[in-house]
Antibody, heavy 120, light 107 residues
Framework: EVQLLESGGGLVQPGGSLRLSCAAS????????MSWVRQAPGKGLEWVST??????KYADSVKGRCTISRDNSKNTLFLQMNSLTPEDTAVYFC???????????????WGQGTLVSVSS | EIVLTQSPATLSLSPGERATLSCRAS??????LAWYQQKPGQPPRLLIY???NRATGIPARFSGSGSGTDFTLTIGSLEPEDFAVYYC?????????FGGGTKVEIK
């Protein structure tokens, strides 16, 4: 069974930093593209970043402030977020980015999310 | 950036009725479109990918159609557990973009 467990969220002041983690199990993590998606309170979904064998991609809203990375030895995905603003307040989800058993790149399995609140 | 516009914003229906949700793209995404269901306090659940392929474990009452710029998610006969918010996602081009969502509520 695929499991994704995010952690690292919390309350941070504007201008601060956070490092989110996503612990993965139940699949071959090292070969799986992975993504982060966020959802502001009461709002829709916003793609944040993706990491795959071909590299990394970022939304313009976080480019230059966020870095996605992974530790395949620990089956863990990360999102380092710097220079946070209140607009970054959201639940951050990690997700697998390839439909199992296919080569199709869609966000299939999701974690429960971790809440990031940016406020003074 | 490709903009996805979902309509209607809210759909009020009764259990057993048919639901038809629309997603329109600002430019062609071919068939590179997915549909998700999200219930309060839960992560999104993949329903449909490549516009018309049901994901693993998704009931046959969910179907997707369309290509290019116009897409439809149809729920054949609404079950109580289907009342939720539905999002479309395109991954034809970076950045990935989601539609604003359609809430299917009980009438």
């Amino acid at each position: 069974e695929v499991q994704l467990l995010e952690s690292g969220g919390g309350l941070v002041q504007p201008g601060g930093s956070l490092r989110l983690s996503c612990a993965a199990s139940g699949f071959t993590f090292s070969s799986q593209p992975m993504s982060w998606v966020r959802q502001a309170p009461g709002k829709g979904l916003e793609w944040v970043s993706t990491i795959s064998a071909t590299g990394t991609k970022y939304a313009d809203s976080v480019k230059g402030r966020c870095t996605i990375s992974r530790d395949n030895s620990k089956n863990t995905l990360f999102l380092q977020m710097n220079s946070l603003t209140p607009e970054d307040t959201a639940v951050y989800f990690c997700a697998t980015d390839q439909v199992a058993g296919t080569t199709r790149r869609y966000l299939e399995y999701w974690g429960q999310g971790t809440l990031v609140s940016v406020s003074s | 950036e490709i903009v996805l516009t979902q309509s209607p914003a809210t759909l009020s229906l009764s259990p057993g009725e048919r639901a038809t949700l629309s997603c329109r793209a600002s430019q062609s995404v071919s068939s590179n479109l997915a549909w998700y269901q999200q219930k309060p306090g839960q992560p999104p659940r993949l329903l449909i990918y490549d516009a018309s392929n049901r994901a693993t474990g998704i009931p046959a009452r969910f179907s997707g159609s369309g290509s290019g710029t116009d897409f439809t998610l149809t729920i054949g006969s609404l079950e109580p557990e289907d009342f939720a918010v539905y999002y479309c996602l395109q991954r034809s081009n970076w950045p990935l973009t989601f539609g604003g969502g359609t809430k299917v509520e009980i009438k």
